[in-house]
């Protein structure tokens, strides 16, 4: 979903790569269902029906989210919740860090953000690198030691 002329469209991913599924926690997949079943009911409540492109986040009248809303909502929420201002954009780089921080190879890591290289996700992740070369040599030793 982006601005195109004026007025919101969907348009094709940029890349064919970027056409992908990405699996999901089950508790993001819980989240998510019981958001569409509060959204289903909204939607009977007003007597309308779920936008047609099955968008998992709408307006309270059912229509694809305005960009600049969902930053304005994104940044009033970490206000709310005392945490530092980041774009919604940074949330990629978190979830990379995490993934990477949790032993995730990088090589799923790059796949799951769509990274055409390897070397796009190391370049971009180095900084988790340190702690996980520590934990690398901390179970050589569990082996040999």
Do not use: W
């Not at 089950?26 to 968008?55: C, D, I, K, N, Y």
């Not at 919740?81 to 990477?100: E, F, I, K, Q, Y």
Request: net charge positive; proline share 7%; with cysteine.
């Amino acid at each position: 979903m982006q601005r195109a002329g004026g007025a919101l469209a969907v348009v094709p991913p940029k890349t064919e790569r970027s056409r992908r599924s990405i699996p999901l926690p089950a508790v993001a997949v819980t989240a998510l269902r019981e958001h569409r079943a509060r959204m289903t009911e909204e939607a009977r409540a007003r007597g309308s029906q779920l936008h047609p492109e099955g968008f998992v986040f709408t307006s309270t009248t059912g229509t694809p989210l305005e960009p600049r809303n969902v930053n304005r909502s994104f940044t009033a929420l970490l206000a709310r919740a005392d945490l530092r201002p980041v774009r919604l954009h940074d949330l990629r780089h978190t979830c990379a860090s995490l993934l990477l921080a949790q032993g995730v190879p990088a090589r799923v890591v790059m796949e799951t953000l769509g990274h055409s290289a390897i070397a796009v996700t190391m370049n971009t992740y180095s900084h988790v690198l340190p702690s996980l070369q520590r934990e690398a040599a901390d179970r050589m030793n569990d082996l040999i030691g």
